[in-house]
């Protein structure tokens, strides 16, 4: 396997998503709106693609903007639907997701007769050609650096997310852990709902050039959810699903490269292999965590081992 | 804007292709507005959405498995096998995290259906390399080829339609009993694991055909949309699987046709759309369950609930002022100063106004001196005893059997003879005269104090 | 005018009007659909008193509470707390909820949880302080869960759990509590030593309501009761209010054994 500078850039941008995500999951995954996440980076991505198509793949202030309304709506249509129609809340937000993007099609299709739009790129981005944007050239210890947008665009996102989670961090727990009890303390987690949930589309939106918006769903739930189950406590949890990420966006990488070979191929789409190196740690902390693990928890029962 | 022969010609689905269109569509439409049903109500209607995604790597799988084989890997039946494969594969593994570990069902569905789906994008990556592979053929299961279908997508939709409404039928009242009170349906010997089993088993087979004809989103949108719909419209499973059959087959019918004469609407995103209006429709007109249809109902009842209180003070008022000797007999109307009655209950000045108007509008009361002053007349005295009366009778009821009475109380003093009987108001009124030392007055003693005026 | 034995509420005298009482709720009626769960409530609690609101399951009891905590709209009715809208009187009223409503596998411990009660005072990105924790540890103390501070809240048991929302309750200071059944999953020790908290509350003049199930208790712990079968039955001190007619009209022919018992109960309290 070869590595080359283009390489370590595409793990620093993967790492760069994978984390912003994560942090937000966190708190989708404890307020049982794992779905919301993906809800929303299915309703953007109409927007998205157009936005692609009009401005060529550059992620521009108008399209933030535009992804911030989308998964605000996203999430009040679906609020609006559940709560006045009385309506099951996971087919509140299917019908609005498919509608918000069936919506976004049909605006793409009017207005592609021009360009040739590669709706893969949009599903599961280019990851692999992002580090060809460069538009920074600092020196570093006597080297040029050849920072690419993405990169730059990420970090801002990521330090966006990273200051909203310490600034709300106890506002954040207890609308996720108790939202009655927030409102009779004055606290509107309503306010924090929308607030989190514009995030995600910003996210969605930063990311999806680099990863694409699947695996803006996976890197929201994957590594918040392994984090749930090795830790009990709040802020040890964001940190671990951050790590995680990391973890995902390095394996991943490294296993596109590597992996096909096995097989007799040549390399593929490294975030579909984010996605899969993923599901392979959550699996193996699912099985393995010290105290909420599947085997740990089989050997408690079957030995009687006192719980801690 | 096409002419109007154009317009004829789809609709009389003169041409080939669009015939085949809408049909396959039709057949869809019914056959996910039925499973869509069942889905609502078991409250798992993202099943769609996590099966559509999980099914991705089957198919990748599947045609890798083809290409081994010896084949050019594209055979719809194989590729179906290899999507429903792993579409039941990562619904059991949503069932297996929610059941062994502290993980949720949604974000349970959510790592599953990420997971695969990258899964899936990853050996597409690898296809898109191999010789035989372009994965043009294989990318419909993502977008469809709603605008090229064959005729052997749509025999696999008659199949698999036919099959979804016949297993519906005949075991409708165990799959009713399962989603209304599972529970309920294990205690009487009913195999749940196993109707549940089926139920994903029809879900599975008509998700993996449909998407590889309309697309992920649409499958998605088919099997919630619809059922959503016709829940508005009736209370009745049987009544709201028809209904969401037939809206989901004219959801295709309209999506598709308008597709076909209208340029550059693509029928996928037209389909869903229909469907998104029918919703929206049914959300706010539905009979039964519509937000107009609540709203008219609440004002109706806030109405009849001003009306009943404000006769009941009324009556109260003129009760309280006659003596007590002459309590056996009728009661004597006189007029009722304006801010007696005000301080009788927490309304406010506008909403009192408001109440009277309605009521002298109806002939039950007039104003005197100028407003200060309210009689009523010889009907408004009638109504008032008989309110005042059902109303005492009711609350006597709830003192007398408090242990039934919650689950039979109704806020409508009109209908206590409804709900409970005429012999038991017989009872009710003879117990009351029983206990009171009140003479042959229609309208028994209050079974609590009344508030003396001031 | 026919007395059936009812106490007749009225919030009279100068002790029980506008801002030095804590709860006046008049004509509440709370429904849903054509159904009402709630019925044309009027009641007064005056300062200091230790409030319990019995009644039959349905009853609506729960349902009262939230009404008067805005958490669920009402049908009509006013509710003044200290003489103000609720919206306006936050800070002086403390929530005790029913023991459902939360995710046990929330990564917070106990110390977590009973420090949310001081976040209406923290005020928005401040962090949790040492004051706060100080607060929450003295809650904890109180309620004898000092040693469990930092065990995960799915490793306390029932009736530990119930004790770290009280404490929460407690850090507070609230003038005025509302706790729904906060004795439900408790053994009969532990009960004891709440009771002798909430009646330390007592001491310092705020206002305890408990929606409690248990009939044999009331006169032993609560000077004020309120009888509720959607609507009020009685309300009143309890040695005038809690008597066999007054329980039979709430529950209707479900109490034998237990009005019995409540009547020896009474007549035994000094």
């Known amino acids: 396997m070869e590595w080359y500078n283009l390489d370590t850039w595409i793990v620093v941008i993967g790492a760069l998503a994978a984390v912003a995500c994560a942090v937000l999951g966190n708190f989708l995954v404890l307020r049982r709106m794992s779905m919301m996440g993906d809800a929303i980076s299915h309703a953007v991505l109409p927007g998205l693609a157009l936005a692609f198509l009009m401005t060529g793949a550059r992620a521009s202030w108008t399209m933030f903007l535009g992804a911030a309304l989308v998964g605000i709506m996203t999430a009040v249509f679906t609020q609006w639907i559940s709560r006045f129609g009385k309506v099951d809340e996971g087919a509140s937000m299917g019908i609005v997701f498919t509608t918000l993007f069936a919506a976004g099609l049909l605006l793409i299709v009017q207005a592609a007769d021009h360009v040739d739009l590669d709706p893969g790129c949009v599903l599961y981005g280019a990851i692999e050609l992002t580090p060809l944007d460069v538009v920074w050239r600092p020196t570093l210890l006597s080297a040029v650096l050849e920072v690419p947008r993405a990169a730059l665009i990420l970090s801002g996102v990521l330090l966006v997310n990273v200051c909203f989670v310490l600034l709300f961090f106890k506002e954040l727990r207890l609308c996720s852990f108790d939202p009655e009890l927030a409102t009779t303390l004055g606290i509107n987690s309503n306010l924090m709902h929308y607030l989190l949930m514009t995030l995600v589309a910003v996210t969605t939106v930063a990311a999806f050039e680099a990863v694409g918006s699947i695996i803006v769903i996976a890197m929201l739930i994957v590594p918040a959810a392994a984090a749930h189950l090795l830790t009990d406590r709040l802020w040890l949890m964001v940190l671990f699903s951050a790590l995680i990420a990391i973890l995902c966006a390095v394996s991943g990488h490294i296993s596109a490269l590597v992996v096909p070979g096995f097989f007799g191929f040549a390399d593929t789409s490294t975030s579909g292999m984010m996605a899969v190196m993923a599901g392979v740690i959550f699996g193996l902390v699912a099985l393995f965590a010290p105290r909420h693990g599947i085997l740990v928890r089989m050997l408690r029962r079957t030995r009687k081992i006192p719980s801690a | 804007m096409p002419d109007v022969s154009e317009i004829w010609d789809v609709i009389l689905l003169r041409d080939y292709n669009t015939r085949l269109v809408v049909f396959c569509t039709m057949l869809l439409g019914c056959a996910c507005g039925l499973m869509g049903g069942f889905l609502l109500l078991r409250k798992r209607s993202l099943m769609g959405d996590t099966l559509s995604h999980a099914a991705l790597p089957g198919v990748g799988f599947a045609f890798m498995f083809g290409v081994w084989m010896g084949g050019d890997g594209k055979s719809l039946p194989l590729l179906l096998c290899g999507a429903a494969l792993t579409g039941l594969l990562g619904c059991a593994t949503v069932l297996f995290i929610r059941n062994q570990t502290r993980i949720k069902d949604d974000a349970a569905m959510g790592i599953v259906l990420s997971v695969f789906f990258g899964a899936g994008i990853a050996l597409l990556g690898l296809i898109q390399t191999m010789p035989k592979g372009s994965a043009a053929g294989l990318e419909s299961f993502i977008y469809g080829k709603t605008a090229s279908m064959v005729m052997q997508d749509f025999k696999l939709l008659v199949f698999i339609t036919l099959s979804v409404v016949c297993l519906s039928l005949l075991l409708f009242k165990e799959l009713r009993l399962l989603c209304f009170d599972e529970k309920f349906a294990a205690s009487l010997g009913l195999p749940v694991r196993a109707l549940d089993l089926l139920l994903l088993g029809l879900v599975t087979a008509v998700t993996v055909a449909g998407m590889q004809s309309v697309g992920l989103i649409l499958i998605i949108a088919f099997l919630i949309t619809p059922a959503a719909a016709a829940r508005f419209w009736t209370d009745r499973l049987g009544l709201m699987l028809i209904l969401s059959a037939a809206i989901g087959g004219v959801s295709g019918w309209l999506g598709a046709s308008l597709s076909a004469f209208l340029p550059r609407l693509p029928a996928g995103a037209m389909i869903v759309l229909v469907a998104a209006l029918f919703f929206l429709a049914s959300l706010l007109g539905g009979i039964k369950r519509g937000v107009l249809v609540r709203v008219l109902r609440q004002r109706s009842l806030q109405r009849r609930i001003g009306r009943q209180h404000l006769l009941r003070a009324l009556y109260e008022i003129l009760e309280a002022a006659s003596p007590l000797e002459s309590r056996s007999q009728p009661i004597v109307r006189t007029p009722v100063p304006f801010r007696f009655v005000r301080g009788r209950r927490s309304w406010s000045d506008v909403e009192l106004r408001k109440i009277l108007k309605r009521a002298c509008a109806d002939g039950l009361l007039r104003h005197q001196q100028g407003g200060d002053e309210i009689m009523l007349t010889e009907a408004g005295l009638a109504q008032a005893a008989k309110m005042t009366r059902n109303h005492r009778l009711w609350e006597f009821y709830l003192i007398e059997y408090a242990e039934v009475a919650t689950s039979r109380v109704d806020r409508d003093a009109d209908t206590v003879e409804h709900v409970l009987g005429h012999e038991m108001v017989a009872r009710l009124e003879l117990k009351l005269k029983k206990n009171s030392q009140v003479g042959p007055n229609p309208v028994p003693a209050s079974p609590h104090p009344i508030q003396p005026i001031d | ?270």
């Not at chain 3, 009853?59 to 009509?76: F, Q, V």
């Not at chain 3, 002086?92 to 023991?99: C, D, K, M, S």
């Not at chain 3, 609230?174 to 408790?186: G, H, K, R, T, W």
């Not at chain 3, 079968?229 to 066999?244: E, K």
């Open chain 3, 1 to 270: 005018m026919i007395n059936n034995g009812l106490q007749p509420f009225n919030c009279d005298g100068p002790s029980l009007t506008g801002q030095q009482t804590p709860l006046i709720v008049r004509d509440l009626t709370v429904a849903y659909n054509r159904k009402p769960v709630v019925w044309d409530v009027d009641l007064c609690i005056p300062a200091g008193k230790m409030v319990a609101i019995v009644g039959p399951n349905g009853a609506g009891k729960s349902t009262l509470i939230k009404a008067c905590l805005d958490l669920i709209p009402r049908s009509s009715g006013e509710i003044s707390i200290y003489g103000s809208p609720y919206r306006q009187q936050r800070k002086r009223v403390g929530y005790v909820p029913q023991r459902e409503s939360v995710d046990w596998d929330f990564p917070v411990s106990a110390l977590d949880v009973v420090a949310m009660g001081t976040y209406g005072q923290l005020g928005w990105f401040r962090r949790v302080n040492k004051r706060a924790k100080a607060l929450a540890m003295q809650a904890l103390d109180q309620v004898g869960l000092l040693d469990y501070a930092d065990r995960q809240i799915s490793q306390l048991s029932g009736g530990q759990q119930q004790r770290t929302f009280l404490a929460r309750a407690l850090v507070q200071d609230a003038d005025l509590y509302f706790m729904d059944e906060p004795f439900a999953a408790v053994d009969a020790a532990t009960e004891r030593a709440m009771v002798e908290l909430l009646q330390h509350l007592q001491q310092r003049g705020k206002t305890v309501l408990v929606v409690h199930h248990d009939l044999a208790t009331v006169p032993q712990y609560f000077d004020w009761t309120v009888l509720l079968n959607m609507r009020i039955v009685a309300a009143g001190p309890t040695a005038a209010v809690f008597n066999q007619e007054n329980l039979r009209k709430t529950y209707g022919g479900q109490l034998t054994l237990l009005s019995q018992a409540a009547e020896a109960l009474l007549k035994s309290s000094p």
